[in-house]
Every structure is written in C-alpha cells, then in structure tokens.
C-alpha cells in the first residue's frame, strides 16, 4: 500500500503538470460514508416513483471519489465530517496539493515537523505589530533574565541534589489588630496556615497545652484574612508616619493592621506573609527588606544575568554558561560544548533557535523589554531539535479518548492524507474537451468564447420541478433569552413560483422574470413534503413552462454573475412579491469558466439563507428541497448547437488568446484607442451624465427665525437647472430655486440644533440633529435655509447644487478638489451616479490617492470589457496605502472580478506573519464573498498556515471552524478544514485534533456545561454543582496528555487540570472557571473561562479592534497601557477568554469602607484614588500607578465611544491591582 501510494502521489502532485477532472462516472458499489445517504435515496426513489427522484451517485457524480474502504481513509480525522465531494471540491483539493508542492520545493517537511513542535516567534524587519516594542527601547536599555541549564548538565550527586529549603509558610503567635469599628489595637493570637491567616481571640489550645484540631478551632475563630485576595503587603504608615513594626495588609474590601510585638518577630511575619502572596503584591520596601525577586532563581541549575537585546542567541547562550560558572557555590558540570545548545522561554513552547539572530527581534523578549518584566530561559540541546524531523510520538499517553496518530512516512509525512481521495481511479482517462465539462453536459461540438457569441445570446431557463418543499417556514426568534434560535411557522401558501435574479458581487444585476404560479401537491409515499411541477408532468397548463430570458446579453455577462432563484408563495401575496420559501443560486460560469448548461438540480436552502454571493450548493441530498431545471443559451438554436461556452473577452479587446483557465488577465499593460467597444446591453450601468438627485430636506420659511422646520420633498435637475421642494415624492411642487444663472451654497454650521423627538416609550426619546445650509440664487436676493438628517446627506446635496448651478464645475479643478475632500473626510461616503461620472472622467487624478480606489471601482462597469481591462491596468500604478491590511477593503461583497481580488490578496501576502495573524478574522470573513471554493485568498491563507502552523494555522482553523456550523458555509469552511488538516505537520494536526474535541461546540467541555446547567435547573446547590463539575474533569484528566496547547494561545502549553481550583462562576449562562497546570516547571499556571450559550465573537472583534488601536497609538508615541486580555470563539455559541488575574472590579473598589462606602460607594469621588493609595503606600509607586491608571482610562474611555460599547457597568470593568490600569 505504501508503495501505490506513494506512485499516486508523485504522479498527482507532479510539478507543472496541468490538472483533468476525471468524467464523472456512477459508481456501482455504495461506500460505507455515504451509506446513510444512499439508503435514504433508495427508500426515496422506491416511495416517490410518481415524480422519479434520481438516485444519489446520479445527482452527485463526484462523491465516489475519495471514499474509498481503506482503512487509512477510514481513520482519517476530519474536522468538519461527512462531506460529499463535487468538482469544486476536487479541484480544490488539487490547488491545495499544489500548495504544498511549491512549499516542499524551499521547505523540506522536515522542517515543517520541526516549526510545528519547537516554533519561533520572531518580529521580522517590517514588521508592523513590532515598531512600538523595537524602536521605542533601543539597544542600551536592558532586561532581567533567570536562565535555567538542563538538570541532566549538572553533576549532582544525592548530597547536594537537594535545593535550599523555601521559608516555612505556617507559622503562629501574637499580634495586634486594628479593628474596623472599634479602632483600638487588639492582641489576636494569628496562625498562618494554606494562604490563610486566622486570628483568635486566645490560643486555641486544650488545658494541657495540646493544639485543638481544626474542627475545633473554627468555633473559636474570631476572623480570617484571605492572602489570596490580599492585594498589596506594605509598612504600616499613619499621617506620613511609619508605625513600629507595623504591616498593612489591603484587601478589596478593607485593609487591615497588624503590628508585631518585637523585631524577631515582625521580620517572622514579614518573611512568611510577603512569600504567602505574588510578588507584585508586596511592597517595593520589603521586596528590598528580603531581597525578593519576581522570577525565583534558588534552585540549583538557575542563574541570574542581564540581557542587551543586541545579544544574539548564540552569544546569550554563552553568556549562561559564563554567569554559571562565575556563580558562588555553582554545581559543576558535564563536558558540554555551548554551541549544541538553543534557547526556549520558560513556561512557553516558544524557541530561539537561530544562532546569528538577535534577542530583541523575538515576540516575547521584545514584551518583556517593554513591560520590564523578568525573561525566563531555558537552555535545550540540539538533539531535542533534530528528534523531532525523525520521530513524531503519540500525542495521549491514553488512547480512550483520543487515536493515536499515525506517524508520518518518509519525506511525504504532510501529504499522505490528502492524495487519499483519489485512491478510486476512473475507468478512463479525461481528455482536454472533457476537463471543463458540466455537471449535467452532454456531448458538445466545440469550445465557444463567451465574447464572440452574438447579441442575441442570452441566459435561458425553464424550471421542471422544486422537490422536497417543507411545510413551514423559518423564523429567527426575537426575545433576548432565545436571540438566534430557529422557529418554525406553518406554511400557508398553495401555490408557489420561481423568481429568476442575475447578481454581481451581491448587486442586483436583472430581475429574469417569474415562473407561473402553480399548485403544491403532496409526494406520495407519506413523506410529508411537497412538490410544485412544470411542463407536460404537471397538472397546470404545459405552456406555463415557457423559456425564462434574460435581457443581459451572454457576451457581456462577468465571470462572476450569480443566478439566484427563488421559490415564493403564491395566491394573493404574490402581489407583494410573495414571501420567500426556499432558495438557492449558481455561477453562471463554474470553476472552470464554462458557461453551465443542460439540465441541472440544484439544492434549495431554507428561507433563512441567501444565494446572492458567497458560496452555493455543488451537492445535491435526495431527501432534501432541490431544484430541476433546464439551462441553455439562445444561442443553442444555431450553428452553436452542443457547443461549449467558455469565458472570453480577449476577443472583444482584441487580445489574443490564452490557454486555459480562460479569465481575462489581471494585468493589461495598454489597450489600444481603436478597441471596439463592446455591444450595448439593455442594462444601464449606474453612472449618469447629468445630475438628478432627489429626497428629504428640512426648509424654513423666508424669516427664518420666526418659522419652524418643515419637511420638503427636494427634487434637483440640471436638464432644468432648479432645486424644487413640495409637501411629497407624488405632489405638485411648491416652489423652485433657480440655478441656472449660478447660486451660492455654504454650510451654516453656526444654526446647527440637537432636539429630542416625542418619545417613543415612556423611557425612550429620539435624540436628532440638524445639518444646515443656505442656498441664494444669483437671480434673487433670497437666501433659502435647508437642512439635512446626517452631514453626509448635507455634503451630497451641496455637492450636487454647486454643480447644477455651475454648469462647467464638472470639468475644472474645483469639483475634482471638493470630490477629494470628501472622499478623504468620510471613507464611506456613497457618490451619485453623477459623483461617479465625474469620478470615472477623472480618475487618472485619483491614482495617488488610495482612499479614493474603492469608489473608482465602485465607478466601472463590470459588463463592459474595455472599462474592466483598463481598470485592471490601473491597480498596479496605485498608491499604495499606509499599511497593507488596507487591501482587505478590496475583498469585500462588491468587488467580485477575480483581477481586483488576485491583486489585493497580492499585496496583503507582502505582510509579516505576526501583522497577518492579527488581520485574519477578516480574511477569513471574505472567504465568504469568493464565487468559487478555489480563490486567491483560500490558497494564501492554506499556504501561510503550512508555511507557520503555529502563528497561523491555530487562528486560521478556529477562525474557519467556528463558520463551518453555517449550512450555507458549511461546505466552504468544511473543505478547507479538512484540506488543512491532511497537508499540516502530524503535531499540529494531532494537537487540533484534541482542541476539537475539548473546546469545540459538542465537544467535552461544552458536555460538562451543559451537564451543570441541568443540574441547576434540577435546583440542585451550587457545593453540588461544583462536586459534580470536578467529578467529571477528574474523570477527564486522566485521558489529557501531558503537554498540549490551547486555542487562546499556542504560545502556552499546558498539563493537567489542577481540579481543586476550578469551579463555576455566577453569571447566567454558568461558565466554568478553569486553571491547567503549565507543561514546564516553573511556568505560571494558565487561567481560562470557558463560556457554552454566548456568542463570544462580538467580544473576538472588539478586543481586536481595541488591539489595532493601541499599536496604532504606540506607533504614534502613546503607550496608553491598555492590555486586552485574549479571547477565541470555539463555536456559534462556545468559547473561552483569558481571565485577568490579580483584578478588581470598580464595583469592588466603591464598595470599600469609608464615610461613602457600601452602596453610597459610586458616590464617592475619591474612592478610586484612595483605593490606589492603599495599594501604594511609597509615593513613588503611588505616582506610577495614578499615571497608569490615567492612561488606561484615557485609552479605553476613546476606544468605547468609538466602538459604541455602551453596555459596560461597575461590575464587567476591572482594575489589576499590580499595575491599576483599567480592563473591559
């Protein structure tokens, strides 16, 4: 088997070798994938003999490919499962193939194995996200490091194996207390034991001296302080002054005084206390009282140094081994040679591997420059490295929970997988005339250009039948518990019809027309379902399955025009348009430029869907609504009958031809002036060459501060060079302003006026505003005093009376200049089609303005080849923007020409890996705008996840995961899942294999919460819940590996659950606050909240945005000390964030004792500068933190009003207490 498969592999992915489908053939044996599939369409076609349902493999010719009984198949895991291939599909698959073919040709998988399991993390030379932290240190500043040799490197021996005895954290004796009420110092008998501090009011102790157990105790308990709430330890101070031996220990609620009774014993307490909390808990005094520091360096194989970020890694290396060694009392070591060894940070699966490149150019070490935190390293040898290209270990330690995954075959380890759909080879060969063939195509004559069809040719359709149609409708429910949950309504209607649409990149291009509305009748067999007929089978009127005509001519159709359908009710509605029922689309041109004919069936989406862009249905289930109906070109009736239509316009711009794919050429150097312009087609294209603008304006009378704003119906024309006003759209005017001998227009912002409309409810009023100018004709003395509803509205309307009444303004300077303007202010500025004139007249003046591209392409005629090759030519002469991500404009609904989109997914691959991660959220978003599953974008993102599995590819599968559970996106999202997954590294795909199944929606996680909800609804206690909740992640623990990766960041491998300290936190939908044990000794343990019944992409987005806007603000010299904590979306409706440790929320710190505490605590106007003073007791850390703090507010106050986020309150803000800035 080994061997075959490797023969098929060399022949499929055979450099320069031009990919043939094979022909689409029945396959006679079921497969054990489709077997559900397949005994459904038995069972239909057996019961609905009366309208003849074709059989699966019939309907889908393509699904026997790859579906295979080998058990490699069989075991192979899939993230998104079930997926029946089409032609798009495969040819998908073999794009991705090639993919990773030219990667393999500069990257060895090797190499992939080892950028899986050891990555780096590194800042490149243009790299955006990393300006603030490189350029703002510089080369003379330092960082503090704790470097960590291997134990195995030190001859150790059982004497001196043993590390210095950490300080005894349980301790007891007397000290005095300042009560909250009662003010006066009281002795309290203190025992320190498990982090927490318990005060008596006498030694709890028996007659004969003998210790109480700690049931007893608790009866005699006077109070107990918490050190894990204990947000600072610091010298008490009174009025300015030091008490003796005294110690404060702030909590959020109070703070509280102890004092010692002598010298041994205050520096007793302080020892223990100040080793009970984190370190930046404790006060900048006894941190130099007790020579602490943040990072611990006391065991025997640690070492303290300072770091320059000029330092290269082979040199910081050395630099370990010179520290070690001049260290007092240093244990001495095995022969070693410090060039066999690499770096690793500590507590993270983040490497330094390249010997010449410099610290200060890694992702964590420019972090720990810019917060000054301590860097923590760890020395690895090489052959760690090397292990991992030649060995690839079972990622579970226990196989019940997960398979093993199987290693990897010599030098072909990443594509083995994926050759696997082609395991079932067609009985013949393709030739080149059956490689672009449709699904429903018979024989053919030749090959045809689209541009060389006559004017006569046009789209043609006649419906045969809608199949399968539901008896309800769909609905989205409304109330805020059920927000996005589906409801069904019965269906009303009997009778349906087709409506027909041509759309281009989601813009109405034609409406077709509209089938004969015909009756529904029940399928025979019991199914429950309906069916509406056409033609001769029907029991209407066989005329009523005429041909359906489009007036947009074949030759002048884009590559990307969509034909939607759509099935509406029928009877009086239909008046209305009728409501929708069902529907679905199709390219007019499939993945190969061919244009579809012969007789097709289409599958039908509910009416929660829509087909006008983004992907549509290639697979067709039986037992789901789908269309039959026949597609042709008029064109069919001549000398061009059977012949095959391809995509073309080289002929109409008189370029020759090229070989297949045939697409027009995203780069056209120069276009001759004697090109002939392509046949007019019925269609208008949206530009005007005069100005006709009409809507809603406010107009006072001719005093104007003695009348009142009344709507007027503005209606403007140049033909007749007037602004005319009345009471409505279908009434006589009332008057006009002459503008044919010219008028002035300027804003009069100085009567602008914000009013409050009647209100809505009793505690809802509609705030609006007004937007004023004045129009005076030069042929009278009156100055007309207009407003509008929004400033934009008033530009547009001022913009268009200056050109009615200066008839030239169109040609001069002045209206290019007053465009540019505008443009500039307002990027979403919507021009007039007579804008748009003037724009496309002028664009040549716009080429070094990027803003102004995405209405230059708004401006083109998308129907007419010159306009779209000169448009073409233009793109690479732009100005480029300030930053590349701006190119993802360019992706978006409206700009579907394969040229427009292959050059903005050009440029944005020139971004650093760790600047593209931050923008693939929206990346992955325009996925949904490509025509065809095979696009630019879709193999740049597979390829950039190949090239960086960690840095892209965990984002990039979460980022598509959570959009493969949308039907309409499934089969999109689901094909590039399961391609990624097969051409990945076996470690990645083995560690995305276990995310799936613990954070995915239905996976282990989302099962324990839903568990815990039930049991709360069974009114079960919370002490039950909880037992429960860690009943199962005990259970749960003992299937994890040892180490593996979350999906919040790959950066942080973990280990076990610590169950103890998880539990369930108080809000609504019940999340589960969970901590894991970090994989590394010595690394800090890592904190998740994991969330099931709340869509956490709203929050995925805003935390993005309010991350572009720090660097943005750094980039300009701000450090407003905003950290967003991290946050991913594992599901439609799961997903964990990141929680911010060692933080208070505001309402806590209201809440604090003092004349305005308790509830009277938001009244209080110093409460959040007293709160900060007990937190710093020095005034040195009282400064840095008041500035922080500052900063902080300042930074997230503009971020939310920008965003709009107006849902914050005292207890979703929080204050961290180490640094007091603020976090939403």
């Known amino acids: ?99 990773l073919t030219a990667v393999h040709a500069h990257v060895t998988p090797a190499t992939l194995e080892i950028r899986a399991a050891t990555p780096e993390y590194r800042l490149e030379s243009d790299d955006w996200i990393g300006h603030a932290t490189t350029a703002s240190n510089g080369d003379n500043n330092t960082v503090k490091a704790v470097a960590r040799l291997p134990m195995d490197l030190l001859m150790l021996d059982t004497s001196s194996a043993t590390s210095e005895a950490s300080p005894a954290l349980s301790v007891s004796g007397w000290l005095k207390k300042r009560g909250e009420t009662n003010k006066a110092m009281k002795k309290r008998y203190m025992e320190l034991e498990d982090r927490a501090l318990c005060y008596y009011k006498r030694k709890p102790e028996t007659k004969t001296g003998e210790s109480l157990p700690r049931a007893q105790k608790s009866l005699f308990m006077k109070g107990q302080i918490d050190l894990d709430s204990v947000s600072s330890v610091q010298p008490t101070v009174i009025k300015g002054s030091s008490v003796t031996w005294g110690i404060d220990l702030v909590t959020t609620n109070r703070t509280w005084t102890l004092q010692a009774e002598s010298e041994a014993d205050y520096d007793m307490w302080v020892n223990c206390l100040c080793n009970s909390v984190p370190f930046h808990s404790v006060n900048i005094v006894f941190r130099r009282m007790l020579q602490l520091a943040e990072v611990s360096a006391s065991g025997p194989n640690e070492v303290r140094m300072v770091l320059l970020p ?157 199949v399968n149609i539901p008896r309800f409708t769909c609905a989205l429910k409304r109330s805020a518990h059920d927000a996005g949950a589906v409801e069904r309504k019965p269906l009303t209607c009997v009778s349906v019809f087709v409506r027909v649409e041509l759309y281009d990149g989601g813009q109405l291009l034609e409406v077709v027309g509209e089938t004969a509305e015909v009756p529904l009748r029940a399928i025979p067999g019991g199914t429950n379902l309906l069916v509406a007929q056409w033609g001769p089978n029907s029991t209407t009127d066989p005329a009523l399955s005429s041909w359906l005509e489009s007036h947009l001519r074949l030759c002048n159709a884009p590559r990307s025009t969509r034909v939607v359908l759509t099935v509406c ?11 929708i029922l069902l529907t679905t689309g199709y390219n007019l041109f499939n993945i190969d430029g061919v244009y579809v004919q012969g007789e097709q069936y289409i599958q039908m989406w509910d009416n929660l869907h829509h087909a006008r862009y983004g992907p549509v249905p290639h697979v067709v289930a039986p037992e789901r609504p789908f269309v039959h109906l026949e597609l042709q070109s008029n064109s069919s009736s001549s000398n061009n009958n059977n012949s095959v239509v391809v995509f073309d316009w080289c002929e109409q711009l008189q370029l020759p031809h090229e070989p297949p794919p045939l697409v027009v050429q995203p780069y056209i150097t120069s276009s001759s002036s004697s090109s002939p312009s392509p046949p007019k087609i019925a269609l208008k294209a949206r530009r005007a060459d005069s100005v006709t603008k009409e809507g809603w304006l406010k107009k006072t009378g001719k005093f104007h501060s003695l009348t009142n704003w009344q709507p007027r119906w503005c209606v403007l024309s140049q033909v007749y060079g007037a602004l005319y006003y009345g009471d409505g759209p279908n009434m006589r005017h009332k008057g006009a302003i002459d503008l044919a001998q010219g008028a002035t227009v300027t804003t009069a912002d100085e009567l602008n006026e914000t009013y409050t409309t009647f209100a809505v409810s009793k505690c809802t009023r509609k705030e609006q505003r007004t937007w004023v100018f004045k129009v005076q004709s030069n042929e009278s003395s009156r100055e007309y005093v207009l407003c509008a509803a929004t400033r934009q509205e008033r530009d547009e309307w001022m913009l268009a009376i200056k050109v009615v009444a200066n008839p030239g303004i169109d040609g001069t300077a002045e209206s290019v200049a007053d465009l540019r303007c505008l443009l500039m202010r307002d990027p979403l500025f919507q021009l007039s089609d007579f804008q ?105 993102l597979i390829q950039r996840a190949i090239e960086n599995p960690n840095q892209i590819g965990f984002d990039l599968f979460w980022a598509m995961k959570v959009e493969s559970y949308n039907d309409q996106y499934q089969e999109r999202y689901g094909l590039l899942l399961n391609a990624y997954t097969d051409v990945c590294s076996s470690k990645m795909r083995g560690i995305l294999e276990l995310q799936d199944k613990l954070f995915a929606e239905k996976g282990e996680f989302e099962r324990i919460c839903q568990h815990v909800k039930a049991l709360a609804h069974a009114g079960k206690t919370k002490d039950e819940m909880v037992a429960a909740l860690r009943e199962r992640l005990t259970t749960l623990n003992e299937t994890l590996p040892l180490s593996y990766q979350l999906p919040l960041d790959p950066r942080v491998e973990v280990g076990k659950i610590v169950v103890h300290k998880c539990k369930i936190m108080s809000s609504a939908k019940l999340p589960l606050w969970l901590e894991f044990e970090n994989a590394e000794e010595g690394g800090d343990p890592v904190v998740i909240i994991f ?116 849902d914050r309150h005292n207890d979703n803000i929080m204050v961290r207490v180490s640094k007091s800035t603020v976090t939403l």
């Open 1091 to 1206: 969330k099931a019944g709340d869509d956490v992409r709203q929050d995925c987005l805003t935390l993005q945005l309010i991350t572009l806007m720090d660097e943005m603000w750094r980039e300009d010299g701000k450090d407003l000390a905003m950290e967003p904590y991290k946050c991913v979306s594992t599901g439609p409706m799961t997903g964990m964030l990141q929680v911010v440790l060692h933080a208070v929320t505001t309402a806590a710190v209201h809440k604090r004792g003092g004349a305005l505490g308790g509830i009277f605590g938001a009244f209080n106007d110093v409460s959040f500068s007293d709160w900060i003073a007990a937190n710093n007791g020095d005034p040195r850390s009282y400064k840095t933190a008041v500035n922080l703090f500052l900063r902080s507010c300042a930074g997230y106050c503009v971020a939310t009003y920008v965003l709009g986020i107006g």
């Open 310 to 466: 000029s330092h290269t890694v082979e040199a910081t290396v050395a630099n370990v081994f010179k520290c070690y060694h001049n260290m007092l009392d240093a244990t001495p070591l095995h022969p070693h040679d410090p060039k066999d060894y690499v770096l690793k940070f500590t507590g993270f699966r983040d490497y330094m591997l390249d010997p010449l490149q410099e610290i200060g150019r890694y992702q964590h070490v420019a972090e720990c420059f810019l917060t000054r935190k301590t860097l923590g390293l760890t020395l690895v040898h090489i052959s760690h490295i090397n292990q991992v290209a030649t060995m690839s270990p079972s990622l579970f330690a226990a196989a019940a929970f997960l398979h093993a995954i199987s290693p990897p075959h010599d030098t072909s380890m990443a594509i083995t997988t994926l050759g696997a759909d082609w395991k079932c080879q067609p009985p013949q060969q393709a030739g080149a005339a059956t490689s672009s063939s449709t699904t429903g195509g018979s024989s053919r004559g030749g090959v045809v250009a689209s541009g060389q069809i006559g004017t006569s040719s046009a789209v043609r359709l006649q419906f045969r039948r809608v």
């Open 1 to 99: 088997m080994t061997a075959r498969r490797g023969s098929f592999l060399s022949n499929t992915f055979s450099r320069g070798q031009s990919f043939v489908l094979p022909p689409p053939v029945p396959l006679c044996a079921t497969t054990a994938s489709l077997s559900t599939s397949s005994s459904t369409d038995d069972s239909s076609a057996s019961d609905s003999t009366a309208i003849d349902i074709p059989s699966f493999h019939s309907l889908n010719p393509y699904a026997h490919y790859g579906s295979s009984n080998d058990t490699s198949a069989a075991s192979r895991w899939q993230p998104v499962p079930r997926l029946v291939h089409s032609k798009e599909s495969l040819t998908l698959r073999h794009a991705i193939g090639d993919i």
């Open 569 to 579: 009710s029928g009877g009086p509605r239909q008046l209305d348009g009728g409501c």
């Open 836 to 940: 748009q004139t003037l724009l496309w007249r002028h664009r040549l003046l716009f080429v070094d303005s990027f803003e102004a591209l995405r209405h230059v392409l708004e401006c083109v005629n998308w129907q007419n080849a010159v306009e779209v090759a000169d448009m073409l030519a233009l793109l690479p002469q732009w100005a480029k923007p300030q930053h590349p991500a701006a190119y993802i404009l360019l992706l978006d609904m409206q700009f579907a020409h394969e040229g427009v989109r292959h050059f903005a997914v050009t440029r944005l691959g020139e971004m650093a890996d760790s600047t593209f991660r931050c923008f693939l959220p929206q990346l992955v978003q325009a996925l949904k705008y490509e025509n065809h599953h095979v696009s630019h974008l879709a193999k740049l």
